[in-house]
C-alpha cells in the first residue's frame, strides 16, 4: 500500500512556474514507477510526466519543454517543476504510483494522490 500526497499547486499569471511536490509513504517508492496526471474542467485525466522504477522519463508533448519531471528515491519524493504555464495547463493535478515498469495512462495506476489546483491565468 502507498500513500500519496500532493502540495504546491495555487494560482499563477500565464508565463510563470511552479513546483509541485509528491510525498509517498508506505512501500517504498523505489518499488513503483511514479508520474503526474491532470484532469482539466470537462475533459477526461491525461498523462503529463512520468518516471519508470529506473527512473527513466518520458513526457506528453504539452510538456516537453516546459516541464520537468524527478524523484528521489531515498527520500520517497517526486516533483514536478512546471515553468511557462498557459491558462490550457489549468487542472487539477495528481501524483500517481504504479506497479508496472512505467507509468503513462491512468489505467497503469494503482494509487492516487487527492490532487492539488493549478491554475493559470491569463
Known amino acids: 500500500q502507498v500513500q500519496l500526497v500532493e502540495s504546491g499547486g495555487g494560482l499563477v499569471q500565464a508565463g510563470g512556474s511552479l513546483r509541485l511536490s509528491c510525498a509517498a509513504s508506505?512501500?517504498?517508492?523505489?518499488?513503483?514507477?511514479m508520474g503526474w496526471f491532470r484532469r482539466a474542467p470537462g475533459k477526461e485525466r491525461e498523462f503529463v510526466a512520468g518516471?519508470?522504477?529506473?527512473?527513466?522519463?518520458s513526457y506528453a508533448d504539452s510538456a516537453k519543454g516546459r516541464f520537468t519531471i524527478s524523484r528521489d528515491n531515498a527520500k520517497n519524493t517526486m516533483v514536478l517543476q512546471m515553468n511557462s504555464l498557459t491558462p490550457d495547463d489549468t487542472a487539477v493535478y495528481y501524483c500517481?504510483?504504479?506497479?508496472?515498469?512505467?507509468?503513462?495512462?491512468?489505467?497503469?495506476?494503482?494509487?492516487w494522490g487527492q490532487g492539488t489546483q493549478v491554475t493559470a491565468s491569463s
Open positions: 500517481a504510483a504504479g506497479g508496472g515498469l512505467t507509468i503513462a495512462t491512468p489505467a497503469s495506476a494503482d494509487y
Open positions: 508506505g512501500r517504498t517508492a523505489n518499488r513503483y514507477a
Open positions: 518516471s519508470s522504477r529506473f527512473s527513466t522519463t
